[in-house]
Each structure stands twice: as C-alpha cells, then as structure tokens.
C-alpha cells in the first residue's frame, strides 16, 4: 500500500512538471485581430487610392495601422513572460513588416512599380511571413495562406491587370479577414479553456 | 528488497521536490523570463508562500531574480539558471528511475 502511494506520489510529480512546462508554453496573446486591422487596414488604402489619392493613402493607413498594432500588442502581452518561439514569430512578422513598409513606400515615391509588381511583391512577401510562421506552428491553417498567397503572386505576373487585382482582394479577405476571425475564435476557445484549469490550484 | 539495489536508486533533491518550488521550476524551463505576477497566477499561491519558495530557488542557485521599473512601475523577473535547468534534468531523471525501479518491484 505504501509502495502504491509513493509511486503515485512520484507520478504526480512527472504530471505536474509537464503540466506546468505545456502551461508555460502556452500563450494568451491574441494575434487574431492584428490580421483583421491588417486586412482593413489595405482595404481602406486600396478604396482611398481609387479615389486618387494614392501618394498619401498608402503611408497614411500603413503608419496608423503600425502604430495601433505597436500600442495594442505591447498592452496586451504585458505580464506575459517571453519565450523562444514567441520571439522568433515577432522577428518574422517584424522583418517582412519593415521590408514591405521599406521597398513600397520607396518605390511609390519613385513611381518604379506598377500595380501588378506591387501585388506580386506584397502576395510573395505575406506568402513568406505565413509559411514561417506556419512552420513554426506547425499550423496548417495559416501555410494554406502562404499558398494561397504565393498563388496570388504568381497570377499577379502572369494575369492581366484585373485578375491581379481580384487574386489580390481575394486573397486579403481569405488570409486576413477570414483567418484572422477564424484565429480569434480559435484564441476565444483557448482562453476559455485555461480559465477552468487554473481555477484549480496547483500546489 | 537487496541491498546493492536500494543504494542504486537516486535520491531526490530536497529544493525540487516541494510541490510549489517544483511547479516555479518546471515554468521557469519553458520560458525565458517570467514575472511575479504572471508565476502566481499561474501556481495560485500566495504572495507570501510564492516570495518565500522562489527566494529558496534563489538560494540555491536555480533562479535568477531582476528588479526593474517598467513605465515607473516596479517589477519583479525570475529566470533560470543554467544549474537550475541541469538540477531539473537530474530530478527529471531520478523520478523515471525511481518510477522504473517501482514498476520492477
């Protein structure tokens, strides 16, 4: 009997250690409605430069979207401890948002791309972002936007102007506003979830 | 139970083996820093019960603890230490075998 109740003593052990690591692991964050904002936030551009105000649409919309991201994000993760994978997925999105940010305005103020390359850049750079970040999370869901991304940039090159434009605003609405509700719900469930086990004392 | 077998078997550190001190540990290896706040939440202990078991894990050198002002608030970091993360590993260790030793009794 005693020998039952130590070896069941040193199981819990070996349970709360995973427990706790898995818990560790786990983050709260909400990333769901950065790609929402990300997903208006190009639709407002891309409205706002139809009515012919291009030069100022896109730096406008892009800065304010950074800047909301920036705050919110930064509010939200306060008290989040930080972890490997987590600041790895930060430096892809960071990386590619900086890039994007960096050659478009450049090139929009020089005049040196057209609407299609601009598609095509924007598609093949968003295609990277997410398969990293797929891979990473060996989340199938989000490499499916790459492709469908990376499609997007390959019609973009090989289409008309019109068909550039539809991939591309059907490729916005399925990988950011789609997915980033569907990753909401997702972290809604998740969040939920954590609340009922740590309701429950651990020591 | 023979003699040679008893004395085989691992001991289990002492600093580990509390239940609370075991769960900070366990949460500091997943993480690169976390904060006081974010540990009892996490533990549901209290504040004094938390202070107390993560200044042992200090002592001992498993943990590493930082005071800072964020936005001129204080706050309180711990982190693991390389022999933390290595007295883990051994306990880690020790408990399967133990576990293995209980299983072939």
Partial sequence: ???????????????????????????????????????????????????????????????????????ASSRSRSGQPGTTAGRAMSAIWIGVGVSMFILLLSAGIKGRMDAQTFIAVVAAMLGSANAASGILLKWRAQFLCALVWWATAVVSCFGSEA????????????????????????????????????????? | MPEELTTALPELNPVI????????????????????????????????????????LEEAGYVAMEKKFVLRKPQTTYAITASGREALTDYVQALKQLLGAAIGA
């Fill in chain 2, 17 to 56: 083996h509390g239940k609370l001190r075991l769960a900070l540990l366990s949460l500091l290896s997943s993480v690169e820093e976390a904060e006081f706040t974010w540990l009892r939440a996490k533990t549901g202990s209290t504040d004094g019960n938390l202070g107390a078991q993560l200044l042992k």
């Fill in chain 1, 163 to 203: 068909q550039s434009q539809i991939a591309g605003m059907t490729a916005l609405f399925l990988c950011q506003i789609v997915f980033g509700v569907y990753m909401m719900v997702l972290e809604a469930r998740e969040r939920k979830g954590q609340a009922g086990k740590t309701s429950g004392a651990h020591a």
């Fill in chain 1, 1 to 71: 009997m005693t020998d039952m109740t130590e070896r069941q003593e040193l199981q819990d052990r070996l349970s709360l250690i995973e427990q706790m690591m898995a818990e560790g692991r786990q983050t709260t964050s909400s990333w769901g409605w950065v790609f929402v904002l990300w997903g208006i936030a190009y639709y407002i551009s891309i409205a706002w430069s139809a009515l012919g105000h291009s030069a100022v649409a896109w730096p406008v919309t892009m800065i304010a979207a950074s800047i909301i991201t920036a705050v």
